[in-house]
T-cell receptor, first 114, second 112 residues
Framework: KQEVTQIPAALSVPEGENLVLNCSFT??????LQWFRQDPGKGLTSLLL?????REQTSGRLNASLDKSSGRSTLYIAASQPGDSATYLC?????????????FGPGTRLSVLP | EAGVAQSPRYKIIEKRQSVAFWCNPI?????LYWYQQILGQGPKLLIQ????????DSQLPKDRFSAERLKGVDSTLKIQPAKLEDSAVYLC??????????FGPGTRLTVT
């Protein structure tokens, strides 16, 4: 059974800091890994999708890496801004007997202080 | 392109009542998902459709939850009867090829 964990559960940093969010998964048989952002009371916004054959993806100040063998992914946010405050979730799809099943981590709640 | 649409955005009902949620996915997206997100947790997949067929409903409480996707486009999720523990945000997502997912704004359900 796939389990996804995220560390830390919450993080508070001053504006301008670089930070790293961690995602771990127990079953390495994944097709890809996706990072999402969720603002309070809102749905999820896709940030980055890393295919299993890739090691990292970049979008602006965001960089996500994937190490399938160790079951880990990191999301690096450079020069954090107050607008980055949100909950960040990772999700992995895996194929089981039914089809594709997506498993989410519990999220990291980020607060960037001005 | 238009995003995933969901309605209603908020719903308050009493336990044992029934409720239905509606989702319209992004045009051309064959795969549609319904998730339940309890406060403080990540979303949990309830059901996945490929066109109008069910791919995975292993985590759907079938004694009270039902879902359908008519004509492979819009989908409805129903709860009957509702319980207090069904209070959550219900998220709909769609995907073109079962790969990258796009989420709607969600429906926040409160059962009193």
């Amino acid at each position: 059974k796939q389990e996804v964990t995220q560390i830390p559960a919450a993080l508070s940093v001053p504006e301008g800091e670089n930070l790293v969010l961690n995602c771990s998964f127990t079953d390495s048989a994944i097709y890809n890994l996706q990072w999402f952002r969720q603002d309070p009371g809102k749905g999820l916004t896709s940030l980055l999708l890393i295919q299993s054959s890739q090691r990292e993806q970049t979008s602006g100040r965001l960089n996500a890496s994937l190490d399938k063998s160790s079951g880990r992914s990191t999301l690096y946010i450079a020069a954090s801004q107050p607008g980055d405050s949100a909950t960040y979730l990772c999700a992995v799809p895996l194929v089981d007997g039914y089809g594709q099943n997506f498993v989410f981590g519990p999220g990291t709640r980020l607060s960037v202080l001005p | 392109e238009a995003g995933v649409a969901q309605s209603p955005r908020y719903k308050i009902i009493e336990k044992r009542q029934s409720v239905a949620f509606w989702c319209n996915p992004i045009s051309g997206h064959a795969t549609l998902y319904w998730y339940q997100q309890i406060l403080g947790q990540g979303p949990k997949l309830l059901i996945q459709f490929q066109n109008n067929g069910v791919v995975d409903d292993s985590q759907l409480p079938k004694d009270r939850f039902s879902a359908e996707r008519l004509k492979g486009v819009d989908s409805t999720l129903k709860i009957q009867p509702a319980k207090l523990e069904d209070s959550a945000v219900y998220l709909c997502a769609s995907s073109r090829s079962g790969d990258e997912q796009y989420f709607g704004p969600g429906t926040r359900l409160t059962v009193t």
